[in-house]
């Protein structure tokens, strides 16, 4: 519930300008999407889908897809929905919601888009989406790393700019412990991007 409390808090005063900010920091995003849309599949949930601008990109370029969101904050859920009214939007939280609800069965894809680093459990939300995998499934993450080829001034910056966020950095061993299939990162290890198979 506090944790709720203050994503509303804090999206009900910048959902506005949301998209056109982040596209300055997210970085990696589309990356991510092409890599997605080089396999085949049908049913994808983004988990904390936020403004709904990856749900968008997706639907453009597979509109045959069925597309679902679970996200946490009642604000962005229904500015998501506003925006895309062919998905299904669930309200939950990453660490212990139902992800083969949204869609009425287990995704083939599962994507986490900068959400990961917002999350409070983190090992509980990719051990919980990998459960909820279909068969042969992919869990996504794109997300900010531990900006490793910065220079310490603007490492530190940076990272004092994202806890007053309450975002916290992937850790480095996260992949490895949840057995990523693959993992590489952004320049500056500014961000990363990992796969994992489904946990049947
Ligand atoms: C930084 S935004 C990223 C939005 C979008 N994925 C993107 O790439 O632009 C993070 C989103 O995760 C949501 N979120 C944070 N904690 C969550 C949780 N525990 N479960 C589900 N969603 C959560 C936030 O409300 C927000 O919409």
Not at 190 to 200: H, P, Q, T
Request: proline share 5%; net charge positive; glycine share 8%.
């Amino acid at each position: 519930a506090a944790h709720r409390a203050f994503l509303d808090r804090y999206y009900r005063v910048t959902h506005h300008v949301y998209d056109v900010s982040r596209k300055y920091f997210l970085f990696g995003r589309d990356g991510v999407l092409d890599r997605l849309l080089a396999s085949e599949w049908t049913t994808l949930v983004e988990i904390g889908p936020g403004t709904g601008r990856n749900l968008v990109r997706l639907h453009r370029r597979r509109p045959r897809a069925t597309l679902g969101g679970l996200e946490a904050s009642d604000v962005m859920r229904a500015h998501a929905g506003r925006r895309c009214p062919w998905a299904r939007i669930d309200a939950g939280f990453a660490e212990d919601a139902d992800i083969g609800a949204v869609l009425g069965v287990r995704p083939q894809r599962i994507l986490m888009s900068y959400s990961l680093s917002m999350f409070t459990d983190k090992d509980r939300a990719i051990d919980n989406a990998r459960r909820h995998l279909a068969p042969g499934g992919e869990l996504w993450v794109v997300d900010f790393a531990d900006l490793a080829g910065l220079p310490a001034l603007p490492r530190r910056a940076m990272r004092s700019f994202l806890s007053a966020f309450h975002v916290e950095a992937v850790p480095d061993d996260l992949p490895h412990r949840h057995g990523a299939s693959h993992v590489d990162h952004g320049p500056f290890r500014y961000f990363v991007v990992a796969r994992f198979g489904g946990a049947e």
